[in-house]
Each structure stands twice: as C-alpha cells, then as structure tokens.
C-alpha cells in the first residue's frame, strides 16, 4: 500500500495477538469482549467500544470472550494531509472515557461495518 491509503476489516480476535505498526489505527467492538494492553494500560473492550491506537505504538489483544472487532488503518500521509502536518496525540477510549460518546466516529464505523 502507499502512503495515503485507508483500510478497514472486521477481524475474530485471537489469543495472543501482538501488533506494531505506523498506521493510526481504530478498533470497533462489534461483539464480545477483550482486552487491549497499550500504552502500559490493559483496557477491557466490550460492544460498540472505540479504541484508537496511535501511529508506532503496540499493542497486545487478550482476555478475549467471542470477540469480533473492525479496524481502521490510516496511513501517516493521510493523518498528515489532515492534520496539515502538525504532530499530534490523539486520543478515543470509550471504555475508559464514557462522558465523551465518540458517536459520530462509532456510525461511521458502522457504516463501514455494513458495506
């Protein structure tokens, strides 16, 4: 793939997955539960919650319970072209931050889930 390019796919979560990788990424519960240690957090994911991982940061899936999830990946050229090249943090964990609904993200994650 190039640098700009945008990828989802729903996944059966696994034992022991371990990622590194310099996409942004966004994980989307879509059944069950797992859990997701990053950034020296173990997070626990249940439905329709959002985890967005940055750009080179790893992270590891376990705990999982019948877990389906979809990922978004965007690649550095596209985060940059939006971003207008300013390096930033960012941040979505709806299962550790349930003030903030992250709602406009979760339909399009489930418009993408449907095509």
């Given amino acids: 793939m190039g ?3 945008l990828e989802y796919k729903i996944v059966k979560a696994a034992k022991g997955e371990s990622y590194m990788q310099t996409d ?3 994980l989307y519960m879509l059944d069950g539960e797992m859990s997701v ?3 020296g957090d173990l997070i626990r994911m249940k439905k329709e919650d959002i985890l ?3 750009s ?3 992270y590891e899936i376990s705990g999982i319970r019948d877990a389906i999830y979809g990922t978004a990946s965007f690649s ?3 985060i940059s072209q939006v971003m207008d090249k300013r ?3 960012l ?3 709806s299962a550790r931050d349930p003030l903030h609904s992250y709602q406009d993200l979760r339909e399009i994650l489930q418009e993408m889930t449907a095509e």
């Fill in 76 to 78: 550095i050229g596209i």
């Fill in 91 to 93: 941040y979505a964990d």
């Fill in 24 to 26: 942004l990424v966004v």
């Fill in 52 to 54: 967005l991982i940055n």
């Fill in 3 to 5: 640098l700009n390019h």
């Fill in 87 to 89: 390096s930033l943090i």
């Fill in 37 to 39: 240690s990053y950034y």
């Fill in 56 to 58: 080179g940061m790893e």
